[in-house]
Nanobody, 120 residues
Framework: QVRLQESGPGLVKPSQTLSLTCTVS??????????WSWIRQPPEKGLEWMGT???????YYSPSLTSRTSISRDTSKNQFTLQLRSVTPEDTAVYYC????????????WGKGTLVTVSS
């Protein structure tokens, strides 16, 4: 089965870059049949889609985050990464990586999430 695991620092200072890695097992991030996404959930708020990377390496971002967000991948390690620049305390959230299967809204496998706190 497909498993995803988020990893990275749990605390980031304001104005710095938040960096997370999603390690995938049981499936290839180079597959033409699936996409790979980052989603976050601030405390007491709903899920927010951040962006997606597809097999070609092309990326798509939420309009509200596109100026600060970069998603990349390392196919040799079967990992994809998130970078969110110039963070503020409003970026504090549980961050998830997920696979998109079939259609864009079918996020069929998720990591368990990792809490990142932005604070000085």
């Amino acid at each position: 089965q497909v498993r995803l695991q988020e990893s990275g620092p749990g605390l980031v200072k304001p104005s710095q870059t938040l960096s997370l890695t999603c390690t995938v097992s049981g499936g290839s991030i180079s597959s033409n049949y699936y996409y790979w996404s980052w989603i976050r959930q601030p405390p007491e708020k709903g899920l927010e889609w951040m962006g997606t990377i597809i097999a070609s390496g092309s990326t798509y971002y939420s309009p509200s985050l596109t100026s600060r967000t970069s998603i990349s991948r390392d196919t040799s390690k079967n990992q994809f990464t998130l970078q969110l620049r110039s963070v503020t305390p409003e970026d504090t959230a549980v961050y998830y990586c997920a696979r998109v299967g079939g259609t864009w809204d079918n996020m069929d496998y998720w990591g368990k999430g990792t809490l990142v706190t932005v604070s000085s």
